[in-house]
């Protein structure tokens, strides 16, 4: 008797052992422990294998201060998925969206990606052409003379342009599709293709971030049909920025003065679909 209750209270210290070794599957992995936090996989998310776990990356990846053709976790597209320009993507994104063009294939309609990643440098050159008045606002405007206050021409530039350092194309969740005027998805083959993003593109985990504009989502940018995000990936960089990104750290390009005036990290940043948050 005494030994039956002496290798029962082995068994259940050696099970209590067992328990307290158990890594959470939700623990992430991080570039840069010093300036990564280690974040939980939102619950919302949708399922991934123990292969495809998302790494939290730096704060520089965070803001797009990186190469992403020379980052591990990034992948050339095909050519047969895109207008003819060369993108890379985070892998899962990539996988994702191959994932994506063949249902939407199956069903008659044509994905294409029109733009993807694109970091910090290559951002700052589109905003800063913006800024200066040599690349017009939506074909019409020249910021640089129509609005001569800085947070004003921030403004304006961010109904569609993002201020480097605070896109979400740096993070290689991203990408535009087929077109990038609003008006191309209002009718004909533009609104088939709208039509089955907006029906099934949850279902291989890419949501619409920029919605139009309401009560819902009062600020930030106006509605863009073609942006779709990758949420197993985008959802946790998004809480990332919530917690780790100041207005007060945008910097480095012509007219980031106006960035805390703005507040584009709330407004901007964070001012997005609540479906993809």
């Not at 942006?227 to 007219?255: C, M, N, V």
Request: hydrophobic letters at 40%; glycine letters at 6%.
């Amino acid at each position: 008797m005494k030994i039956s209750l002496l290798l029962l209270a082995l068994l259940v210290l050696a099970c209590g052992s067992k328990d307290l070794a158990v890594v959470p599957a939700t623990v992430l992995a991080v570039d840069s422990p010093a300036l990564s936090p280690t974040l939980p996989a939102p619950a919302s998310a949708p399922e991934t294998t123990a292969d495809s776990v998302p790494r939290l990356p730096s704060y520089a990846y965070l803001t797009g201060k990186f190469d992403p053709t020379q980052h591990p976790d990034f992948v050339p597209v095909a050519a047969r998925y895109t207008d003819g320009d060369p993108y890379v993507l985070h892998r899962e994104t990539y996988a994702a969206f191959e994932r994506m063009h063949a249902a939407a294939l199956a069903d008659g309609i044509k994905l294409f990606i029109v733009s993807a990643t694109r970091n910090f440098a290559r951002q700052r050159q589109i905003w800063e052409a913006k800024w200066k008045g040599e690349r017009l606002l939506e074909g019409r405007e020249k910021a640089d003379v129509v609005y001569p206050e800085a947070a004003d021409r921030a403004r304006a530039i961010l109904r569609y342009s993002s201020m480097p350092g605070t896109s979400r194309h740096h993070w290689g969740t991203d990408i535009d599709l087929n077109a990038l005027e609003n008006s191309y998805f209002a009718s004909g083959e533009g609104k088939r293709i709208y039509d089955w993003l907006r029906a099934n593109a949850a279902t291989y985990g890419f949501c619409q971030p920029y919605s139009p504009k309401g009560v819902a989502r009062p600020h930030g940018y106006e509605e863009e049909r073609w942006h779709w995000s990758y949420l197993p990936l985008a959802r946790q960089l998004t809480q990332y920025a919530a917690t780790e990104l100041k207005d007060s750290d945008i910097s480095g390009f012509a007219g980031a003065e106006a960035a805390a005036e703005i507040e584009v990290l709330r407004h901007y940043v964070l001012g997005i679909n609540p479906e993809c948050q």
